[in-house]
T-cell receptor
Framework: DVKVTQSSRYLVKRTGEKVFLECVQD?????MFWYRQDPGLGLRLIYF???????EKGDIPEGYSVSREKKERFSLILESASTNQTSMYLC????????????FGSGTRLTVV | QQQVKQSPQSLIVQKGGISIINCAYE??????FPWYQQFPGKGPALLIA?????SEKKEGRFTISFNKSAKQFSLHIMDSQPGDSATYFC?????????????FGRGTSLIVHP
């Protein structure tokens, strides 16, 4: 089974801190994604990457950046955390050449105080 | 603009009953329609999916019904069990550039009472 591992289950950070969320997948998937999940709003795409060093903005990229230096690792960066970035963050991966759906990680619940 | 509309937002069903969740989409270029199941504290997991060349797909107690002309699809959970209590997301995807990017519905919280 494909595994998508997010490094932290829970994080508490202070306003203004730089925050790194890490995601690693072990099945050689080309595509990786970052979503945030908020009650009543569903899953909203922040950024995605279809190749190493490539990135594309999703629906809500403001306040975030990403890094993909290796195929298996995709990092989400909050340059200066704010309280409105308190959320559940989900990483996902998929193959690019077939449309077979995503594999999600278990999520990181980030609280910004 | 919400491209995939999901309803209801929440659903309560008695054990043994049928749970039905509906989704409607707008873009006829979508060509893959998955459903994801998410338990508390976990990420969503792919449950079942359908492509527009068939009208129904069944896997155990879970069935997707697909109506291409109406641009609607639904998830039916037969003989619902308390262990089915979870949040369900529908999605629709199409090829965008070099990747398939899904658009998700906002989710349905299902509670199955014993």
């Amino acid at each position: 089974d494909v595994k998508v591992t997010q490094s932290s289950r829970y994080l508490v950070k202070r306003t203004g801190e730089k925050v790194f969320l890490e995601c690693v997948q072990d099945m050689d998937h080309e595509n990786m994604f970052w979503y945030r999940q908020d009650p009543g709003l569903g899953l909203r795409l922040i950024y995605f990457s279809y190749d190493v060093k490539m990135k594309e903005k999703g629906d809500i990229p403001e306040g975030y950046s990403v890094s993909r230096e290796k195929k298996e690792r995709f990092s989400l960066i909050l340059e200066s955390a704010s309280t409105n970035q308190t959320s559940m963050y989900l990483c996902a991966s998929s193959l690019s050449r077939v449309n077979y759906g995503y594999t999600f990680g278990s999520g990181t619940r980030l609280t910004v105080v | 603009q919400q491209q995939v509309k999901q309803s209801p937002q929440s659903l309560i069903v008695q054990k043994g009953g049928i749970s039905i969740i509906n989704c409607a989409y707008e873009n006829t270029a979508f060509d893959y329609f998955p459903w994801y199941q998410q338990f508390p504290g976990k990420g969503p997991a792919l449950l079942i999916a359908i492509r527009p060349d068939v009208s129904e797909k069944k896997e155990g107690r879970f069935t997707i019904s697909f109506n291409k002309s109406a641009k609607q699809f639904s998830l039916h959970i037969m003989d619902s069990q308390p262990g089915d209590s979870a949040t369900y997301f529908c999605a629709a995807s199409m090829r965008t550039g070099g990747s398939y990017i899904p658009t998700f519905g906002r989710g349905t919280s299902l509670i199955v009472h014993p």
